[in-house]
């Protein structure tokens, strides 16, 4: 991984400006990475969908874009990828994949000035004919924005755009769908969008796919209700749901752990800007489990060896996801503050096996403050009290942890500074 540029304060931080609208691309990226790839399936949507919008709904592309990339973000919790659920019916069975569209809808309602894309997500499985869900809606009564998206949608999954023949060669049976998916007109426009063949060929290629990516968030902007500290942040805290979302049994985590490095950056004196970032980076320090298999995130009793290194890669798929996006060297270098949670003082850790102040100061403050957390919130085996917590850091500082600082962390939990709401053990 490449190390960020050093900053200006004497602890090597540099006050990062993060864009709410990359943000946004990096957590579609989120919900379609793999431990060795991407899905790339809510980009491709994404920039599918205002293709055709480019044409017929000119003042809407930004909505119809940013529906694009979170449009399936409710899905994160089912038994598999959204893209392996082909046909409506697989797509019922699984409660999860059912309520999908309405939960990625309440989700973006949190981010302000977002209703418009909110109602595009909401609908983008509702059929023309009305055989669609979760309502059975029926021709207009569907936003159009919607329609764009189940048309992107449901040719990425049958694999149109994989290469530009696999696009010719499905197409034909797609088209048999206009009338009971979707209208004809939206996609005779559809159909004229793809005379664009580099476009198309771009879907099928993940090398120019961040490029297009970053290049349409610049053009479109974000509504400027999201356009400042507060909208930034809410857009961090989606990540932290969605990790909920994927996990139900850490639910909180990532909430409680963003609060309590706040606090002891506080403590250890360090200035609002570091203590903001460790909120903020508090916040996403998980959000690479989004891609790791619910079933082995989820398995009662021991993982093997095997199983142990696939969910540790979720630490280089933090950094992975907040790198999605060329040429954003804030996000890269928050990624790499968020993802380097698990190194350790005595460089045993992962992934990088930095080792003491090699791992920036923000990183090591989550370390301590995340395995505090699932010390005294587990619903597992190891629960233990805050106390008990206390000796088992104390046991591991100037090994795993940064000495300096659970020497302060002893000092804040004693001074009830720590003190987060947890959910009871089950
Ligand atoms: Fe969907
Ligand atoms: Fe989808
Ligand atoms: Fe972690």
Known sequence: MTSPKKGKSENGFRQLQLNAGELLAALSYATDITPSASHFHSWRVALVAERIAQTVQTNHRRDVFLAGLMHDMGAVGAYRHITHYRTIRQQLEDIQVRAHAQRGA?????????????????????????GGYPEGKVGN???IGSQMILIADVLDIVGCFRSLASLRSTLPSMADLTGC???????????????????????ADPEALPVL????????????????????????????????????STLGHSLRTARRARKLAEYLKLSTEEMKMAYRAGLVHDCGRLGIEGSLLNKSGRLTVKEMDTVRKHAEMTIRIFASLPDCPDMHDF?????????????????????????????????????????????????????????????????QFDPQIVKVMIEAVKNGHMEEEVRPAA
Request: with cysteine; hydrophobic share 40%; charged share 25%.
């Open 213 to 248: 990516i970053k290049n349409k968030v610049s053009e479109l902007g974000i509504p400027e209700t999201l356009n400042g500290e507060e909208g930034t942040e809410r857009v961090l805290h989606l990540f932290a749901a969605l990790v909920d979302l994927k996990d139900p």
């Open 106 to 130: 309440a989700m973006v309602e949190w981010l302000p000035g977002m209703h418009a894309v909110s109602e595009y997500i909401a609908n983008h499985h509702e059929w023309y004919n009305g």
């Open 335 to 399: 990624g790499y503050i968020a993802g380097h949670d698990h190194e350790r003082w005595d460089g045993k850790g992962y992934p990088d096996m930095l080792a003491g102040e090699d791992i920036p100061l923000i990183s090591r403050i989550i370390s301590v403050v995340d395995a505090y957390d699932s010390m005294v919130a587990s619903n597992e085996y190891r629960l233990l009290t805050p106390k008990g917590a206390l000796v088992r850091l104390e046991q591991n500082a100037g090994s």
């Open 141 to 143: 009564q569907i936003p």
């Open 181 to 203: 998916a979707w209208g004809k007109e939206i996609w005779q426009t559809f159909v004229h969008s793809l005379e664009d063949s580099d476009f198309c060929a771009s879907m």
